[in-house]
């Protein structure tokens, strides 16, 4: 089961856009994106894509968004810090600006996963049972590289492809 994570779109709608229709060409069936977003557009473009085809999608806040005021069918908007439980993975979701709540929430041993943004750098790596994954930002120019990732939860592979 193949799932998209997305971080650090600033609000570059067509960028996004491009990455939501090379997830839906890989039959994501999740969407996590982890923050700064950048205004409810890219939400909008996100819940427009998925949410037809009842594809959840789950966000939280970065340091750079503020609460939208209406949020789009299909988005589960989890505030600053998020916890899910998908298909028996227990996934955190959170920007990732505040190193000491990262830390802390990777350290716990809680959670199969913990996907994370805001460094604009992508990460992949493994605390005790915790799997730790940072997807780099769409953003042409703001991430190394420039990226978005898909994670399959059943073998654990992960690819990291171009925005």
């Known amino acids: 089961m193949t799932v998209g994570i997305l971080s650090d779109t600033h609000g570059a709608c067509v960028i996004t ?9 890989t039959s994501v069936k999740a969407v996590f ?16 894509v998925f949410s037809p085809l009842k594809i959840p999608i789950f966000a939280v806040l970065g340091n750079v968004d503020g609460t939208p005021v209406a949020v789009p069918a299909g988005v589960e908007l989890l505030d600053r810090f998020g916890t ?4 028996g993975k227990k996934i955190a979701l959170l920007h990732g600006d505040d190193q000491k709540k990262l830390q802390q929430t990777v350290l716990s ?5 913990v996907f994370s943004g805001h460094l604009h750098t992508v990460h992949d790596y493994t605390k005790g049972k915790t799997r730790c994954i940072n997807p780099g930002s769409v953003v042409l120019g703001r991430g190394s590289p ?6 399959d939860l059943n073998s654990g592979a992960l690819t990291i492809k171009p925005s």
Do not use: N, P, R, Y
């Open 17 to 25: 856009q491009a990455v939501a229709e090379q997830m839906l060409q």
């Open 84 to 87: 899910i439980d998908w298909h």
């Open 109 to 113: 041993g809680e959670f199969d996963f």
């Open 146 to 151: 420039d990226s978005f990732a898909l994670l």
């Open 33 to 48: 994106h982890c923050g700064d977003f950048g205004g409810t557009k890219i939400l909008k473009i996100l819940s427009a």
